[in-house]
């Protein structure tokens, strides 16, 4: 099962922040952030591991409620580049069928503006 | 070259030919994935490979055929398409951790037209 993104489209102008937010009905092992612009490859942002151990980029921040099976992604002071779709991957618990496996969320459009 | 790369870049098809899709990446991963992407739906993963081993189909119909020869290239052999297999073809890879997918990398896509 994908997981849900909420909200579906947001519009910032440039120094705004916004918040993204993933939930999975399933245990989860790990939660990943990528940004796709229009016509490029989704590029990697964040991944967030079960136990708290987090990897990604500098300027973007990212939570893991893994009680809730939730994660938020938080830009801050959004610059025009933030623009893009940006989607969440989960992978369900380890040992399952679903380890080694990223389903994908279907996707917030976020447009910053000057 | 870097990164992984995809050809054709767009690929248009009728639905009696034979065509295939080709990815190779250069990172020097272990993993490497198909996902198909359609206007307004998720990323749906289709197949992954461990290692050269196919270790998951994600009930994708037998008209799409992988092959995975090394670890550095990935084939989608496509034969007698349906038009609304129309789409943008993804490949990536990664450096499995014990057995979890770690970051992914993406090529930029094929796109494929079915006539």
């Known amino acids: 099962q994908q997981p849900v993104q909420s909200p579906q489209a947001v519009i910032l102008r440039e120094g705004e922040d916004a918040v993204i937010n993933c939930s999975s009905s399933?245990?989860?092992?790990?939660v990943h952030w990528y940004r796709q612009k229009h016509g490029e490859a989704p590029v990697f942002l964040m991944i967030?591991?079960?136990?708290?151990e987090q990897k990604g980029h500098e300027k973007i921040s990212a939570s893991f409620n893994e009680k809730k099976q939730q994660s938020s992604l938080y830009l801050t002071a959004s610059q025009l580049s933030y623009s893009g779709t940006y989607f969440c991957g989960t992978e369900k618990g380890a040992g399952g069928t679903s380890y080694g496996k990223l389903t994908f969320g279907q996707g917030t459009i976020l447009t910053v503006h000057p | 070259e870097t990164g992984v790369t995809q050809t054709p870049r767009h690929l248009v098809m009728g639905m009696t030919n034979k065509k295939s899709l080709k990815c190779e990446q250069h990172l020097g991963h272990n993993a490497m994935y198909w996902y198909k992407q359609s206007a307004k739906k998720p990323l749906e993963l289709m197949f992954v490979y461990n290692f050269k081993e196919q270790t998951e189909n994600n009930s994708v119909p037998s008209r799409f055929s992988p092959e995975c020869p090394n670890s550095s290239h990935l084939f989608l052999h496509l034969h007698t398409l349906q038009p609304e297999d129309s789409a943008l073809y993804l490949c990536?890879?990664?450096?499995?951790?014990?057995?979890?997918?770690?970051?992914?990398?993406f090529g930029e896509g094929s796109r494929l037209t079915v006539l």
């Open positions: 399933k245990a989860l092992y790990s």
């Open positions: 967030l591991l079960k136990g708290g």
């Open positions: 990536a890879s990664s450096q499995p951790s014990g057995g979890s997918v770690r970051e992914l990398f």
